[in-house]
């Protein structure tokens, strides 16, 4: 590859970054998409469709983790384009499965490169620009995956969603294009070797130590309450609309609304936390958040609940993107990956046991109402948390200090 610029680098590399997480967006809805088909084909009651969805979500947990550490011992582009080409493989291996089984079997596996590819592509993008960019850096990129779910949403509206396989066949398909990108265009990042103190010693040992275990627990604490909804949202709306009877085509403009909004939370709040309003966008995003939750279980209206679909998309998507920014600035270079990496398997704890709760709810015989309102006293608690990281130390925000911090 040709040398690169030093103004091209940066914007070659967060766009690339936010191609993984467009398919990543694509994946996680390609199967609320595809649900009703699914549950026809296989014979699903809601319990076992939820054990699909969560089955991909469960592969995230691990990948997450091993991706992030991997990462910063093997090299990240390496790392990366081996967590793509492995997602890849095994969406189209989900377009071939004949069984139950082996639908989970490839679910779980392709959630093992999704998890991987997440923390990477984010501590890449805060990585490749100037401190003062970082979180607008990581709101592009991760603006991918609601526009990935919007796609997702404009081919179930298409009809190809009844056509489970054909969405597989194109999420399996470009991912492996996008992977020969990444290994022809991708700037190799500088090289920061790893001590062997650090190669020798637990992860967890860097994660909790150097004043680090109080920032780790309550992003952890944040990570997982706000993963568990919106990972439901993503999963399960199409059919908690369908439940409160709307039709197809109206689920499907609700879902691409949610999209549309959570792109434009993740760029707004981005340029909020670099311009040091970050207590002001997690205000928004959570108490957004709690009053888009209340209005997606009361509308009537197709109108009202797309307004809400709207803004539970801003706002879900916002406070993901809050965590997700200040993840990368709490560790130092060497070990960002590896934090990040930790950070986003905690949340994907929450992730599995949104999708799975809600199953459980509904065949409960709660209704939409009963799993909307079982989620929300997370929100607080996640709240509570990042405005408790957010506000130790007095007056400078801890990102602030954060960002200080590892400058120096």
Known sequence: MPALSATSRPVLTVALCCA?????????QSTGITAPALAKAFGLAPAALGWVFSAGLMGLLPGAFLGGW???????????????????????????AA???????????????????????????????????????????YCGVPLGGALASLISLSGLGEQWRVVFYLGGLAPLLIAAALALWMPAPVARPVTTRQSRGAVAVGLFSEGRARRTLLLWVACFFTLTVLYLLLNWLPSLLLAKGFDRVQAG?????????????????????????????VAIAY??????????????????????????????????????????????????????????AVGRLGSMAGPLAAGQILAAGAGVGGVLIAVS????????????????????????????????
């Open 20 to 28: 993984v997480a467009l398919l990543e967006g694509f994946d996680l």
């Open 70 to 96: 991997l990462a910063d011992r093997l090299g990240r582009k390496r790392t990366l384009l081996g967590a793509v080409l492995l997602f890849g493989l095994f969406t189209l291996y989900t377009a071939h």
């Open 99 to 141: 069984s139950y089984p082996s639908l989970l079997l490839a679910r779980l596996l392709t959630g093992l490169g999704l998890g991987a590819a997440l923390p990477i592509i984010i501590a890449q993008a805060s990585e490749a620009v100037s401190p003062r960019f970082r979180s607008t850096a990581v709101s592009f990129t």
């Open 253 to 281: 403009w609700v879902q691409v609304l949610f999209n549309v909004g959570g792109a434009a939370g993740s760029l707004l709040t981005g340029r909020l936390m670099d311009r040091g309003r970050t207590v002001l966008a």
């Open 287 to 344: 108490l957004g958040m709690l009053l888009a939750l209340a209005a997606l279980g009361l509308a009537a209206s197709f109108g009202a609940m797309a307004l809400a679909g709207l803004v539970a998309g801003y706002c879900c998507i916002g406070g993901q993107l809050v965590l997700y920014a200040l993840a990368p600035q709490a560790y130092p270079a060497s070990m960002r990956a590896t934090g990040v990496g930790a950070c986003v």
């Open 377 to 408: 006293p997370g929100l607080v608690i996640a709240a509570i948390a990042l405005l408790s990281m957010l506000g130790e130390g007095g007056g400078e925000p801890s990102s602030q200090k954060i960002v200080n911090n590892i400058n120096h």
